[in-house]
């Protein structure tokens, strides 16, 4: 299994600009999150999904777009990028919701927005 | 809503010693505690977790111990190695499913040979 892999590693956005990162998983997990990645802000949930078809929105959604069309797969979209988005972004997926389920991350996205 | 409190920000220790994380939460309904170990580049990797009706957890040279009363946990790696160096982070899970879990801020640890 590969696990949990991110495209890309890096980029780099202008202000205004839209992207999509994306998040593949091969484990066949249920659940599947978005984070960000700010220094000395620990890790904060962006949106989140429970299965197919269903999305929810975290601590911190402003900004971003999530969609998942198959168990497999969960992109997050910047509509108009912001310098404020500048961060690393990491994508985790588990198995289900419950208590002791082991999130599995992405090795993450480094975007920068100038 | 949780929050996650995690000290200290920094710690130094020498190769073989002792290093210990604490982390404070706020919600007495939180069940879960796992913590997370983040190298360099790569994403974090969950490495012992424990839940609420035990005290105390052991593997191998890490140890993790809960105090439900005073709401804290903490993280202990004895004889570190060089290789535990790395970002910590601590984590509580509050009513709900996965999407509860909160994040303290985490904590650099470096062990110098």
């Given at each position: 299994n590969a696990g949990v892999t991110q495209t890309p590693k890096f980029q780099v956005l202008k202000t205004g600009q839209s992207m999509t990162l994306q998040c593949a998983q091969?484990?066949?997990?249920e659940y599947m999150s978005w984070y960000r990645q700010d220094p000395g802000m620990g890790l904060r949930l962006i949106h989140y999904s429970v299965g197919a078809g269903i999305t929810d929105q975290g601590e911190v959604p402003n900004g971003y777009n999530v969609s998942r069309s198959t168990t497999e797969d969960f992109p997050l979209r910047l509509l108009s990028a912001a310098p404020s988005q500048t961060s690393v972004y990491f994508c985790a997926s588990s198995p289900?919701?419950?208590?002791?389920?082991t999130q599995y991350f992405g090795p993450g996205t480094r975007l920068l927005v100038l | 809503g949780e929050n996650v409190e995690q000290h200290p920000s920094t710690l130094s220790v020498q190769e073989g010693d002792s290093a210990v994380i604490k982390c404070t939460y706020s919600d007495s309904a939180s069940n879960y505690f796992p913590w997370y170990k983040q190298e360099l580049g790569k994403g974090p990797q969950l490495i012992i977790d424990i839940r609420s009706n035990v005290g105390e957890k052991k593997d191998q040279r890490i140890a993790v111990t809960l105090n439900k009363t005073a709401k804290h946990f903490s993280l202990h790696i004895t004889e570190t190695q060089p290789e535990d160096s790395a970002v910590y982070f601590c984590a509580a899970l509050g009513r709900g499913g996965s999407e509860k879990l909160v994040f303290g801020k985490g904590t650099k640890l470096t062990v110098n040979p």
């Open positions: 091969d484990m066949n997990h289900g919701t419950g208590v002791g389920e | -």
